[in-house]
């Protein structure tokens, strides 16, 4: 079993609350646009980080970070990307791959709306985190928390940050 804390959209943005909120995962995924280095080393300081690069970052992030990356967790087969778009709207760039090898697990961000659905047709839980950062058009910064168990995802909450 692992709890797992996901985010997207910080945008080079720190908030002290994401230590809080993900002091009692075992993992933080960041989806992409996290804005800066200096973000990402204060996630690798104090918990195991994966990320995926997106259109903001810099040529430093994308250097250590893929654009998308896929992996098997608890027998959960994840994908993310930062653009990847939604069940029945996927993106161009990951279109193709989503329907001819479904993970369970697709997440993107990009959007900066938070929205979890299920794809019935490839039988796969997409989610997208929303923005965690304070730039951007949305009016409220929300992260993820959620537990993979033995092939299951489950106990999913939705954090708003005040």
Same mark, same amino acid.
């Given at each position: 079993?692992? =709890? ?5 959209? +910080? ?7 994401? #230590? /809080?909120?993900? =002091? #009692? ?8 646009? !996290? ?9 690798? #300081? ?9 259109? !903001?970052?810099?040529?430093?992030? &994308?250097? !250590?970070?893929?654009?998308? %990356? ?5 027998? /959960?087969?994840?994908?993310? +990307? ?18 001819? @090898? ?11 709306? %938070? ?29 993820? &928390? ?5 092939? @299951?995802? &489950? ?8």
């Amino acid at each position: 079993m692992k =709890k797992i804390g996901l985010l997207s959209d +910080t945008h080079g943005y720190w908030d002290d609350k994401f #230590e /809080v909120y993900f =002091k #009692e995962c075992d993992e933080v995924w960041h989806a992409g646009d !996290i804005g800066s280095m200096e973000i990402a080393d204060r996630f690798e #300081e104090f918990i195991t980080f994966r990320a995926v690069f997106g259109n !903001i970052d810099d040529y430093k992030t &994308r250097n !250590i970070y893929p654009e998308k %990356l896929r992996f098997t967790l608890e027998d /959960v087969d994840v994908m993310m +990307t930062h653009i990847g778009g939604y069940p029945g709207h996927y993106d161009p760039s990951i279109r193709s791959q989503i329907h001819s @090898n479904p993970p369970k697990l697709f997440i993107s961000g990009h959007s900066h709306i %938070l929205k979890v659905m299920y794809d019935k047709k490839l039988q796969c839980l997409h989610m997208n985190p929303g923005a965690a950062g304070i730039y951007g058009f949305h009016k409220v910064r929300t992260i993820l &928390r959620f537990i993979l168990d033995e092939g @299951n995802i &489950r106990d999913l909450e939705v954090i708003e940050l005040k």
